[in-house]
């Protein structure tokens, strides 16, 4: 159990955990010159076999509230300490609502230097603190009244934490390992060390993990755990990570950067799709409104883009988007604070959504609809994403990236696929990449394919079919290329189509000319034939014909793709009776000469050699020959025998 502090700047909370534990968590001299806490402090008594407690310590002054803010990444359980004399005050509030904005809404409340005051003032100070806490999840919260210098109400306080402790669970370990560095260092002999939160997954000693910003990569030397040496560690600890890698040293690492592990891919973002809450003491905000954020250990500027109007209430609650001035690393379900920079105050706190997310079509209600089923799931305990795939099945046509999903909710694809076949949809893998779709949408992909098909084979009779590639990016290119082939695949596999090759028709078509371009290869094909090794060009055919060369040109591939023809250049249509003549001289040729050289063969067809080398590399092209230097051997003989 991790036990993170909060309240007013001297009012006790560093006092206050060294009587609990016997442990100074101000580690920097001047902190201890200045008796104030700047940075956050950590402490792990010993409790009992098995139970572990630790303590963070975070800073109360307000020039140190993004320390605060840091300090409780990975705390599950508050400590909220008020001074008697003093009372609640403004960080006391300021903490309160940080923390509820972070999503805390366990533990209990610290009434210190009781010895200072009076029984009354006692009474009036815990009636302060019951309207404080009176509308939060720590209305319940028990209160001790304590004294750090006489000891009073100590031993009681640590009697409930120690067995609070014993009674926490374990979290459960989920996803890929995620932590926020918040102090890094060398160490002699060790080399670089970085502190900070497990925030999910687990690593062990000699895993390679990756920060997550700048993609290089390092591997776990040597770690600790709650301060003791230790081979693994996991979701809720604090952890220090002592790292070796090429290219790692002090200087990459900074403050507020995540090493992740390696399957975990996620992209640094600049834009965050998000929850949003005001505090019913802020300030209304409009869009566009300049920001800071408090995202994990770190603060970033950058703008709230509002998706659901143009001005969002003190209170109110909206979705939105971040538009942040550099790249960042978050999941699905991360918290973060907003704060006001110029005005130095919280304004509210979001939930992040949805990273990188389209930049068109952001208002739309269906994307709306599919960031509110998103905010469902980031509330849910442990995260249970069917509200997303429910609303995604239902709403995008498209189908669900499950790859997409899976990394920002930091799970494997795979995990995803039992719970969209529970909802009755259909998994679509092709080339390691996962798709979801309702059977509706399947249904509807599928019947549009269909139509296309038929659709071509009226405008082009003379094709085999449509190539796959085309047909999707006729019938559905919203979607991926490799989706649509795959839905092909099911339609050939049932008979709805039949595959020639590349292609894909109804079953019995036959591919064959339409009545105008059969007609004009009667009249062409003589020509074409009585010429040999040098066919007429479009352009003299046309001119023949009296007609414009991109109807030639139109009746010639058509002729191509029955097979008919060859086009061995743009202007160059020979009768494949002809390129089979072509194809056996630079048989003979090679049988002579043991390599075909341009000169041999233009002497043979009768061509100038501009034209011949461009036969040969026609041949090349196909697969027929191969080129080596300035000659050519057989590839495939098979082709032409």
């Known amino acids: 159990m991790i036990v993170g502090t909060a309240g007013h700047v001297d009012h006790g909370k560093t006092a206050l955990i060294r009587q609990l534990t016997g442990i ?46 840091a300090g409780s990444a990975g705390v599950d359980t508050v400590l909220l300490v008020v001074a008697a004399d003093d009372g609640v005050m403004p960080q006391t509030v300021e903490h309160l609502q940080i923390l509820s904005l972070l999503g805390l809404d366990r533990g209990l409340v610290a009434l210190t230097k009781v010895d200072r005051v009076d029984a009354a003032r006692r009474r009036q100070v815990r009636e302060e603190i019951a309207a404080l806490l009176a ?20 031993d009681a306080l640590r009697e409930r934490l120690w067995a609070m402790a014993a009674m926490q669970r374990d979290t459960a370990v989920r996803g890929h390992f995620r932590f926020v560095v918040d102090r890094v260092f060398t160490k002699r002999g060790a080399g670089v060390v970085v502190t900070g939160t497990a925030l999910a997954g687990q690593v062990n000693e000699g895993d390679t993990l990756r920060l997550a910003l700048g993609g290089h990569k390092a591997r776990v ?36 950067d995540w090493l992740v592990a390696e399957a975990l891919d996620a992209p640094p973002l600049r834009r965050l799709d998000v929850a949003l809450r005001l505090l019913d003491s802020a300030p209304g905000v409009k869009h566009w409104t300049p920001v800071q954020v408090h995202l994990g250990v770190g603060r970033y500027s950058g703008r709230l883009s509002l998706l659901e109007g143009q001005h969002l209430a003190p209170g109110e609650s909206m979705l939105g988007q971040l538009v942040l001035e550099e790249p960042v690393h978050a999941c699905l379900g991360d918290r973060c604070v907003i704060r006001d920079p110029a005005a130095g105050i919280t304004l509210g706190g979001a939930t992040v959504l949805e990273g990188d997310p389209p930049r068109r079509g952001q208002r739309r209600p269906e994307r709306l609809a599919w960031l509110a089923a998103l905010a469902r799931c980031a509330d849910s305990t442990p995260l249970d994403l069917a509200p997303a795939l429910e609303a995604g099945l239902r709403l995008q046509p498209a189908g669900i990236d499950l790859d997409a999903l899976a990394r920002n909710a930091n799970l494997e694809p795979a995990a995803l696929v039992d719970a969209v076949a529970a909802l009755g949809g259909v998994t679509l893998p092709s080339r390691g990449q996962l798709r979801a779709f309702s059977a509706e949408a399947i249904a509807a992909l599928e019947a549009r394919l269909l139509d296309s098909v038929a659709a071509n084979h009226e405008r082009e009779p003379s094709m085999l079919g449509t190539e796959r590639g085309r047909l999707t990016r006729q019938a559905a290119p919203q979607l991926p290329e490799t989706t649509g082939r795959q839905l092909i695949e099911r339609l050939v596999a049932t008979g709805k189509l039949v595959a020639h090759g590349p292609f894909v028709a109804q079953p019995g078509h036959h591919a064959s000319l339409s009545e105008a371009d059969e007609a004009l290869w009667q009249r062409l094909a003589p020509r074409i034939v009585a010429a040999r090794f040098q066919p007429p060009r479009v352009r003299d055919l046309a001119a023949s014909e009296s ?11 058509a002729c191509a793709r029955l097979g008919r023809l060859y086009q061995v250049r743009r202007d160059h249509f020979y009768p494949a009776a002809t390129v089979a003549e072509m194809a056996a001289i630079v048989q003979a040729l090679e049988r002579e000469h043991g390599r075909i050289r341009a000169a041999a063969f233009r002497d043979r067809v009768g061509t100038g050699r501009k034209l011949a080398i461009h036969i040969l590399e026609f041949f090349d092209k196909v697969g027929y020959t191969r080129r080596i230097g300035d000659e050519r051997v057989i590839r495939n003989a098979e082709m032409w025998r």
């Open 24 to 69: 100074d968590t101000d580690r920097l001299k001047e902190e201890k010159a200045r008796g104030l806490t700047i940075e956050p402090g950590f402490a792990y008594p010993e409790v009992a076999e098995g139970v572990e407690l630790g303590f963070v310590d975070v800073p109360g002054h307000v020039r140190f509230l993004h320390h605060m803010v």
């Open 221 to 256: 030397r040597g770690l600790r755990r709650q301060h003791r040496e230790s081979d693994r560690a996991h979701q809720g600890d604090r952890v220090a990570l002592n790292l070796a890698g090429a290219d790692i040293d002090r200087d990459l690492i900074r403050r507020g």
């Open 547 to 557: 007609l414009d060369e991109g109807r030639i040109r139109e009746a010639l591939n």
């Open 135 to 154: 509308d939060t999840p720590l209305a319940e919260a028990p209160l001790h009244e304590v004294s750090s210098t006489s000891g009073e109400g100590v």
